[in-house]
């Protein structure tokens, strides 16, 4: 067994406060400081998929937040894709690598398919978008689209109180925040009252990073996180 983390409560634990699990939220068990993570597989199951038709007519699509209150961590995409847009599922185009590196992190206890995105407030976990409407590929966003958005989100934050915010994709914080020098990791500015981070985009178009190397920035803000 290995040791629960310091600074806070287990990974996988509901936080205080969470529906009960007839409401789709985790239930009890142990925590990931009970276990190291298994094999990343990913869940059975038959899951829609999109035809060419309705991920075209998914341009433009909003794609709700999936947030709440006092969160741990809000994690911030760059923009919906069309995968994503048409199913309703944050992060869900095959290949896309966020769940498997938010499991690989430490974030929830098993490796959860983006249908199951709602099990993800449970564990003080949340994810909005930088720019609301889906497109093809990011870098169709103009850089004024990712400035109205920095400060969108900037006033989503100081309204829901997250800790931390995290910007899954170092460009698109770039240009969004005007920090044209921005690294990964912690940020040295806040958003509102929250601390910032930034992460590498899980794209499975993002060569530079390796599913095991996208695991472990996720890891480094877990447990930047836990020790707050």
Known sequence: MTPDPPGGRRPGR??????????????????????????VTAPAGRYPR???EELA???DRLLPDLIAPGLDVLFVGINPGLWSAAVGWHFARPGNRFWPALYRGGFTPRLLHPSEQDELLGY???????????????????????VAG???????????????????????????FARPKATFGPQPERLADARLWVLPNPS?????????????????????????
């Open 14 to 39: 509901p936080r205080p406060g969470a529906p009960a699990p007839g409401d789709r939220r985790p239930s009890s068990g142990p925590g990931l400081g009970d276990r190291r993570p298994g094999p």
């Open 50 to 52: 999109p035809t060419r």
């Open 57 to 59: 007519a998914a341009a």
């Open 124 to 146: 003080g976990i949340g994810i909005t978008n930088l720019v609301e409407r889906a497109s093809a590929r990011a870098d169709e966003l103009t850089a004024a689209e990712l």
């Open 150 to 176: 920095a400060e969108t989100l900037r006033e989503k934050v100081a309204r829901y109180r997250p800790r931390w915010v995290a910007v899954v994709g170092v460009t698109a914080y770039r240009i969004g």
């Open 204 to 228: 499975g178009l993002n060569a530079h990073f390796t599913p095991e190397s996208l695991g472990a920035a996720f890891a480094e803000l877990r447990q930047a996180s836990t020790a707050l």
